[in-house]
């Protein structure tokens, strides 16, 4: 199994016109395998601007066409592909959804946003369950270097779910997200941090680049935190790739230093399991 992993994260800006994206997103994806990049990964909602106005606008026409776009991508590339998020319809439901390919093209994973993005922050109100049904499922799924995780912006900050996929064996847990700029600045890195501290893997959180002027301006600063806690990678919030490699073997390195597994308490507390 390989034990080493360069990770691309394509920190694109979303466009009011679907197909100018989409060419956008290839053409990333593309640089990115040229330059060594074995997994990619694009941001949430990568392919609809974020907006409910938008959200409900491309939702009704399918998002079978980006899957395939998709599938080719990481077929034509031979990469592992974490296709951010897209506005999935399915029986009469709208969700945020994930899709992931592997370096065949094949579709291994599909991750529905779990926790939906309700807040009334100062400045801003959000409430995504006005649009999307949640998920219901904690996503883990097979890759040629291990397990690996996904999950989607607001899930972040349940650090439940983290360990639920810790647990599974997940070895990279990849959160497509659009932070904004009140909750970015204070919680983006301190959180992806956390999570891979607290369950000692790496976290890769692929945002998307800053659309300044647009009612929802994404905070951007993709980042790559390792299992120590430290920060492998990061950018501002421009129209970026970001690359790293992930080191595997260090979860085991940080793991037999500071060996919270063997310690959790679980007669004391419910742990996801």
């Known amino acids: 199994m390989d034990r080493k992993l360069k990770l691309a994260v394509c920190q694109l800006r979303t466009e009011l016109e679907p197909r100018q994206t989409m060419d956008k997103a290839a053409r990333m994806v593309r640089e990115a395998a040229a330059n060594g990049a074995q997994a990619v990964v694009l941001p949430e909602m990568f392919n609809c601007p974020y907006s409910r106005e938008y959200f409900l606008r491309f939702g009704p026409l399918g998002h079978e066409a980006a899957l395939e776009e998709m599938s080719?991508?990481?077929?034509?590339?031979?990469?592992?592909?974490?296709?951010?998020?897209?506005?999935?319809?399915?029986?009469?439901?709208?969700?945020?959804?994930?899709?992931?390919?592997?370096?065949?093209?094949?579709?291994?994973?599909?991750?529905?946003?779990?926790?939906?993005?309700?807040?009334?922050?100062?400045?801003?109100?959000?409430?995504?369950?006005?649009?999307?049904?949640?998920?219901?499922?904690?996503?883990?799924?097979?890759?040629?270097?291990?397990?690996?995780?996904?999950?989607?912006?607001?899930?972040?900050?349940?650090?439940?779910?983290?360990?639920?996929?810790?647990?599974?064996?997940?070895?990279?847990?990849?959160?497509?997200?659009?932070?904004?700029?009140?909750?970015?600045?204070?919680?983006?890195?301190?959180?992806?941090?956390a999570r891979a501290v607290d369950n000692e893997f790496f976290v890769v959180g692929a945002s998307a680049a800053r659309y300044e002027g647009f009612a929802y301006e994404s905070w951007g600063h993709s980042l790559l935190a390792d299992p120590f806690g430290g920060v492998l990678a990061s950018c501002g919030d421009e129209e970026t790739i970001l690359y790293a490699e992930a080191d595997l073997g260090r979860i085991g390195e940080v793991r037999r230093q500071l060996p919270t597994f063997l310690h959790l308490r679980e007669e004391l507390y419910e742990v996801a399991k």
């Open 72 to 193: 080719g991508w990481a077929k034509e590339s031979g990469v592992l592909l974490v296709g951010g998020s897209v506005p999935e319809l399915a029986d009469g439901r709208l969700y945020n959804t994930c899709f992931i390919f592997d370096e065949t093209g094949r579709q291994i994973a599909r991750h529905r946003k779990v926790h939906l993005f309700d807040v009334d922050l100062p400045g801003m109100r959000f409430c995504e369950s006005d649009t999307f049904a949640p998920g219901r499922e904690i996503t883990t799924f097979e890759t040629r270097w291990g397990t690996m995780g996904a999950a989607i912006c607001f899930d972040l900050r349940f650090p439940e779910l983290f360990r639920a996929m810790a647990k599974r064996g997940a070895q990279i847990v990849f959160l497509p997200a659009q932070f904004n700029r009140t909750t970015g600045p204070a919680h983006w890195e301190l959180s992806l941090r």
